[in-house]
């Protein structure tokens, strides 16, 4: 699987934030068999005949942002540890301590 692109992390943002707001959760199941999902409001959001899929589209509300925030906690400390593995050795720093910032820097690259 590819990396997303800027464009593409974008778009998953975008769509995050015009999303109907949340909590959504699973209400009663309709007559005709269908699981509802919605807002804890009663705004109908979603149905499926697969609990399952319910279940997953009522958290991505929640879910969908905490990832997102996750990712770019995680993108800022590696942008950081690629920073300082590039910068020049100063007198007194061991080499244990260079080769750990490299392996950083290159797992940071990946």
Not at 17 to 34: C, V, Y
Request: net charge negative.
């Amino acid at each position: 699987m590819n990396r997303p692109t800027d464009e593409q992390w974008a778009e998953i943002r975008e769509r995050c934030d015009k999303a109907t707001e949340g909590p959504w959760k699973i209400g009663r199941q309709s007559p005709n068999g269908l699981n509802n999902v919605g807002t804890t409001r009663g705004l109908l959001t979603a149905q499926t005949t697969d609990e399952k899929n319910a279940e997953f589209i009522a958290h991505a509300r929640e879910d969908v942002p905490l990832l997102l925030a996750e990712i770019n906690r995680l993108n800022r400390k590696l942008a950081m540890l690629e920073s300082r593995a590039l910068e020049p050795v100063k007198d007194g720093v061991d080499m244990v301590h260079i080769n750990h910032l490299y392996e950083l820097y290159l797992l940071a690259k990946d």
